[in-house]
């Protein structure tokens, strides 16, 4: 079997065992996984800079939240249905990741990840300072009479899983058609070897700015999509937390591959929603995760499994 | 009150913010110019001094001025041995690769906060301050019959605040001495020129780094034990003065100890001021901007050189 044929087959199947998940979950894991989909389809668009074009952000909590207010805001200050409403929060997304863009790729290294960091908090922080329309912390939730979308009740949980796994479907095929595609190749180029892509011809510069833009786009669509599907927004979804957490999960489950942010934002979720049973200090448990990622694991659990096992997987 | 005395007042508060943020930006800036590693977790540490600064005070009776004492000489040192196992038993071991650690210190920043979390918990305690006498700032007007002086209600501060800006200005004359006159700050000074070389010549690189890291942490930890009587000891309180020494270490210059230092004071004054007239979150917003752009178009910080 070729390779690609092997890839889809893989990915295939995985996209159908999500959906078929549906009909045998009970209730509560259905709810979890929903969410952990959506997640994950963040976990995707971070992935795309990250992990394939080797650009550490710690801002990518501004496209998300940039999607949430941008869909939120639609429809809880203009009364928007949430059709146009989604499509603003995706506006609002390549936006802020244009400018973010243009002006943190004229720095590299720890300088980009600052900078990023910075532009990130100084978005949470006009949140916040925009209080009387965002609502700041407390935040403002979507009805449901809101979030029927073409005569789905998104707000019913069914509608809602297929809904999240429409989403994560079209992000992972995105990624697996980005990696096969001339554009997804200069990314890796770019990511191995910086110099050596310029000088075979490549505009570095503008390849980088899709990256950012691509990237912060499908974390915006994430943002915007979770906002709607669980009828809140609030200025939490913007802290340098929901920066970290992409982060996390994309090592945990393999930067720079296609299954690793589903992988490690399930992982992740669970991690958490057990430990959380037993002590309010969750975040202990990411804490202690990255620093064992970093020391024993820097590829994550795809990564290693391609490394070890499967050595064509994309 | 009139402007005058409200500015006066401003800038009293603003200097105590700039000297306890100078001696934390200084600790962030020591370990980046010889380590040229970023330490996220650095926020952790002042949080970490803050909150046995209470714990010392606490368990030692009698008066105020023996815990405080005690405390301002353990604490540091207390959690600048932490953070050099921290160094020695993780950064190390990445090879101070700049974003693996970065993603490292990510980690070791919540292993603390959450620790001291289950174990301190989520209350916000005070410390006793050492001395607090009241000191009245008298104000000059024109009046009808010429200069006059007189003492406007609400105008003053506290022996215990001017109290805090000479210690502080006294641990950073230290850390001067201890950069320029001492072996170990020669050391320090070599590998931070370079560390292949400094390594040719036999220097212990990498105690060097666990020492520079835990006199980063220590002085982070000595600032919160500074201001702790003033705030209060709480498990989030990192996260401010990261930012603010973040802020402060770019715009003076990565690395640069005196830039870091002139920095502290200019952005310590006028986050008090604009604070006092502006909104506090207009005013950080306009400084992480003001980072981030600084970062992106003059990489070497407002007063640092451009490297050849």
Known sequence: MSIARKSLLLHGGLLALLFALQFLLPAYHQGNLARVMVLASYAIGYNILFGYTGLLSLGHALFFAAGMYGMGLAIYQFGLSPAPALVAGLIAGLLVSAVVGFLALRTAGVAFMIVTLMFAQAGYLTILYYGAYTRGDEGFVIQQAQRVLWGIDLSDATNRYFAAWGLFSICLLLTLWLVQMPFGRVLIAIRENEERARMLGYDVFAHKLAAVILSGTVSAMAGAMYGLLFGYAGASFATVQYSIFPLLWVLLGGAGTVMGPLVGTLFMFYLIDLSSGITSAYMLIAGVVLVLLTLFAPQGLVGEWRARVWRWLP | ?308
Do not use: C
């Open chain 2, 1 to 308: 009150m009139d402007f005058g005395p409200y500015l006066i007042l401003a800038s009293l508060e603003g200097a105590v913010t700039a000297a306890v943020l100078a001696l934390t930006a200084v600790g962030l800036s020591l370990v980046f110019g010889v380590m040229r590693v970023v330490n996220v977790a650095h926020g952790e540490f002042f949080m970490l001094g803050a909150v046995l600064a209470w714990w010392v005070t606490s368990m030692i009776g009698g008066h105020p001025a023996l815990g405080f004492g005690v405390a301002l000489v353990l604490v540091p040192v207390l959690v600048g041995l932490t953070a050099a196992v921290a160094d020695v038993t993780i950064l190390k071991r990445i090879n101070y690769d700049p974003e693996r650690t970065i993603i490292a210190t990510i980690g070791i920043l919540y292993i603390i906060q959450q620790l001291t979390l289950m174990t301190y918990g989520p209350d916000a305690r005070p410390v006793t301050p050492p001395f607090n006498t009241r000191l009245a700032i008298p104000w000059f007007e024109f009046g009808e019959n010429g200069l006059q002086m007189y003492w406007p209600w609400g105008l003053s501060t506290t022996s215990y605040k001017l109290g805090v800006i000479g210690a502080a200005a006294a641990v950073l004359v230290g850390v001067w001495l201890l950069m320029v006159r001492t072996k170990i700050g020669l050391l320090m000074r070599a590998t931070q020129l370079d560390r292949e070389m400094a390594l040719a010549f036999g220097i212990p690189v990498e105690r060097v780094y666990a020492i520079v890291f835990g006199i980063g942490a220590g002085l982070a930890a000595m600032a919160a034990v500074l201001i702790v009587p003033i705030q209060q000891a709480h498990y989030l309180m990192g996260g401010d003065p990261l930012l603010l020494s973040f802020i402060v270490v770019i715009i003076g210059g990565l690395g640069s100890l005196p830039g870091t230092v002139v920095a502290a004071v200019l952005i310590g004054l006028s986050d008090g001021i604009i604070s006092v007239f502006f909104s506090p979150t207009l005013a950080k917003i306009l400084a992480t901007l003001l980072v981030a752009l600084v970062l992106v178009f003059r990489p070497q910080g407002l007063f640092g050189v451009k490297d050849a």
